[in-house]
């Protein structure tokens, strides 16, 4: 028996599915979760001592790579000076210029401590400001796992908020109204069958939990001109996409300015970090300022906002950083489109940037129901062989792959000879 095995029989005996979040665990892939025990650059090794090269980037926040040394020291140096004071300290001001300086619609910014609390407190904030208690999200879009976001809304129940989880009170979730993605009719509907009582819409402006799946043309802006019009806030959910796609993420990359921003993973580098931010006015409501209430006793943690900003100062100060990343990325993902098109695999390979994700359907995937039509089978088949080539992919259909800075041109090569073979089969 592997040592994986091992400590994962050891870990279902005293931890719920023996992970501590649930996709880790592998279950739609039917494997056993490999142990990870250290990682650098573009590679991870688990506890056999096995190497792989991982796309996984921890979820998105080692856009660097693993172990960059620039992270690293500023881990170690605020270390040193203390783990935390729960008092204020000059990096949270650091973090939240360099934050309001790099994403132009945010002019205040609060450090939390992951997205799902990012998320929900801008939910409270865009309730407190417009008084109105109603929230459209979108079907197959993720916002943490926070009550009233729990609202998976299938197909037959689109409209109506029923709780996608055990222990979530319908009450939690009867003003959470779902449409569907890259549909704005559905949208306007809810609008109208709930006029003057929509508080904000929130939005994945790339959908990065449904598989990649990325918003038609318009379809950001056209959310943009029906929140002016009918007078809600349009909240993008960053979390994925904030820092990833562009230094001021999804909505730099396509040109929409929502009114409030919520980041996680790539904003602590690796260290345990969520943000919300938007208009002073809007932030202005939050407390000790105004009367939102929010708070936290490790938010701004001198370490975690010591990994953030280094990672964030690399971003900003390399050039070209998002341009080169962006087309090593394309082009690794033109190769893969060539290689499962010259198979005759059905599939819809859906990338943007360095985010990217293959189904195994004949559909085109824009929205959660297309998504569905894949084949689960197929994609457990390939990421077992990928797994066993070396190469870490997301163990669920549904997840993005990440490429970082740190995937070199061999390791995305070695990647493509290993696709080959699957398709080859
Ligand atoms: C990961 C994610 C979240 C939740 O963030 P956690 O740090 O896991 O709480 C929220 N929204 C989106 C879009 C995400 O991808």
Not at 322 to 351: G, M, W
Not at 409 to 417: G, K, W
């Amino acid at each position: 028996m592997g040592k994986s095995q091992e400590l994962f029989d050891r870990a279902c005996q005293c931890m719920p599915g023996g992970v501590n979040s649930p996709v880790r665990a592998f279950g739609s892939v039917g494997m056993t979760p490999r142990f990870i025990k250290s990682a650098s650059g573009d590679r991870i090794r688990d506890v056999e001592g096995k190497e792989y090269i991982d796309y996984i980037g921890s979820w998105g926040p080692m856009i660097l790579g693993h172990g960059h040394p620039a992270v690293l020291e500023a881990v170690e140096k605020a270390a040193r000076d203390g783990l935390s004071f729960g008092a204020a300290t000059q990096r949270e001001v650091e973090m939240a210029e360099l934050i309001c300086e790099m994403v132009p619609s945010i002019e205040m910014v609060r450090m939390v401590n992951s997205g799902t609390e990012a998320v929900m407190s801008a939910i409270r904030t865009a309730r407190g400001y417009t008084g109105k208690d109603k929230i459209i999200k979108f079907a197959g879009c993720y916002h943490g796992h926070t009550d009233t976001m729990l609202v998976q809304a299938g197909s037959g129940i689109l409209t109506q908020g029923i709780p996608g989880s055990a222990g979530v009170p319908v009450g939690c979730t009867k003003d959470t109204l779902t449409a569907t993605y890259n549909d704005l009719k559905s949208v306007e509907e809810l609008w109208n069958a709930n006029a003057g009582q929509i508080a904000a819409v929130i939005v994945e402006p790339v959908g990065a939990n449904m598989g990649v799946v990325l918003p038609e043309p318009g379809f950001l802006q056209g959310l943009r001109d029906l929140c002016d019009e009918k007078g809600g806030l349009l909240i993008f959910d960053e979390v994925i996409t904030g820092f990833r796609l562009a230094p001021d993420g999804a909505q730099g990359y396509y040109g929409v300015q929502p009114d409030l921003t919520t980041f996680g993973k790539i904003i602590g580098g690796g260290m345990p970090v969520g943000a919300y931010g938007g208009r002073r006015e809007i932030m202005s409501l939050v407390a000790p300022c105004g009367p939102v209430y929010q708070a936290g006793t490790l938010s701004g943690n001198p370490v975690a906002m010591a990994a953030g900003l280094a990672q964030l100062k690399m971003l900003q100060k390399t050039p070209d950083f998002y341009r080169t990343l962006n087309d090593k990325a394309d082009s690794f993902f033109e190769k893969l489109e060539q290689i499962l098109e010259d198979a005759v695999v059905p599939h819809c390979l859906n990338h943007v940037g360095s985010l990217g994700c293959v189904f195994f359907t004949n559909r085109d995937v824009k929205n959660a129901a297309d998504a569905q039509t894949s084949d689960p089978s197929r994609y457990q088949d390939y990421f077992r062989h990928m797994l066993d080539n070396g190469i870490y992919l997301a163990p669920s259909q549904f997840e993005a792959i990440f490429v970082s800075g740190a995937h070199t041109d061999e390791d995305l090569e070695q990647t493509l000879n290993a696709v080959s073979t699957f398709v080859n089969l």
